[in-house]
Antibody, heavy 118, light 107 residues
Framework: EVQLVESGGGLVQPGGSLRLSCAVSGFTFSDHYMDWVRQAPGKGLEWVGRSRNKPHSYSTEYGTSVRGRFTISRDVSKNFLYLQMNSLKTEDTAVYYC?????????WGQGTMVTVSS | DIQMTQSPSSVSLSVGDTVTITCRASQDVRESLTWFQQEPGKVPRSLIY???SLQSGVPSRFSGSGSGTYFTLTISGLQPEDFATYYC?????????FGGGTKVEIK
């Protein structure tokens, strides 16, 4: 069974950092593009960024509001996807989802909540 | 960034009705368009990809069409579990962007 399980969310002060993790199972991690998507409380969905697959050297792309502050990486040996978030702002408060980028965005994790507040 | 505009923003319907949701892109996104369903408090669920391909396990009452800048999602014969919010998203070029959502409510 394909599973994505996020962790690492919590409360952080503005300007702080946090690293989210996504444990991947049930498919060959290196073959697939992986994305992060977020949803602020009561709001719509926002694409955060993408990690391409091994043939594309796991290269990354980012959304406009997070570029330069967030970094996506992988540990293929452990089947983990990461989202390193620096210089956090109150507007980064959201549920963060790990998503497999196959056939659009076919499988989603359950999400992890990040709250940026003083 | 490409802007995705959905309409209507909300609609009230009855079980058995048919609904069509539209999604317009500010630039050509070819057929790189996907639709999601999100029930309150739940994780988004992928319904359609590549504008018209049904995701595995999704009922055939859901259908998508369109290309370029105009897309539609049609639900034929609404079921109680279909009352939810629907989002479109393009994935033609970075950054990918979502529509603002369409809430389908029970009348």
């Amino acid at each position: 069974e394909v599973q994505l399980v996020e962790s690492g969310g919590g409360l952080v002060q503005p300007g702080g950092s946090l690293r989210l993790s996504c444990a991947v199972s049930g498919f060959t991690f290196s073959d697939h593009y992986m994305d992060w998507v977020r949803q602020a409380p009561g709001k719509g969905l926002e694409w955060v960024g993408r990690s391409r697959n091994k043939p594309h050297s796991y290269s990354t792309e980012y959304g406009t509001s997070v570029r330069g502050r967030f970094t996506i990486s992988r540990d293929v040996s452990k089947n983990f996807l990461y989202l390193q978030m620096n210089s956090l702002k109150t507007e980064d408060t959201a549920v963060y989802y790990c998503v497999r980028g196959k056939n659009g965005f076919d499988v989603w994790g359950q999400g992890t909540m990040v709250t940026v507040s003083s | 960034d490409i802007q995705m505009t959905q309409s209507p923003s909300s609609v009230s319907l009855s079980v058995g009705d048919t609904v069509t949701i539209t999604c317009r892109a500010s630039q050509d996104v070819r057929e790189s368009l996907t639709w999601f369903q999100q029930e309150p408090g739940k994780v988004p669920r992928s319904l359609i990809y590549d504008a018209s391909s049904l995701q595995s396990g999704v009922p055939s009452r859901f259908s998508g069409s369109g290309s370029g800048t105009y897309f539609t999602l049609t639900i034929s014969g609404l079921q109680p579990e279909d009352f939810a919010t629907y989002y479109c998203q393009h994935y033609d070029s970075h950054p990918f962007t979502f529509g603002g959502g369409t809430k389908v409510e029970i009348k």
